[in-house]
């Protein structure tokens, strides 16, 4: 089991900055771990990804350049510094981790086996 908990989330200007934590705790293995996100009436969506070492990232077209994700193993914790907001940034934001090992990082919600409870990010025009 692992258990996700994301912090940071909140109502921000357009062009603002927010920075996202997510606490991890159970089980500890070498996995990728990934932020999604939800807007309203939209389905779940990809934003970034890390592997166990960090020496790997991917990030969705729509955040690239603005998003850094990044991962501390000996504090069991992923971030999400997100800097030039825009009101199309709104979502609550999941942090999620996949435990398959040895595989290259994967965009696909259903292929994440553990999710946090979400933090709401607004960003206001």
């Known amino acids: 089991q692992v258990q996700l908990v994301e912090s940071g989330g909140g109502l921000v200007q357009a062009g603002g900055s927010l920075r996202l934590s997510c606490a991890v705790s159970g089980r500890t293995s070498r996995y990728t771990m990934g932020w999604f996100h939800q807007a309203p009436g939209k389905g779940r969506e990809f934003v970034a990804a890390i592997n166990w070492s960090g020496s790997r990232t991917l990030y969705a077209d729509s955040v690239k350049g603005r998003f850094t994700i990044s991962r501390d193993n000996a504090k069991n914790t992923m971030s999400l510094q997100m800097n030039s907001l825009k009101p199309e940034d709104t979502a609550i934001y999941y942090c999620?981790?996949?435990?398959?090992?040895?595989?290259?990082?994967?965009?696909?919600?259903?292929?994440?086996?553990?999710w946090g409870q979400g933090t709401q990010v607004t960003v206001s025009s």
């Open positions: 999620a981790a996949d435990l398959k090992q040895w595989q290259p990082i994967d965009t696909r919600v259903a292929e994440y086996d553990y």
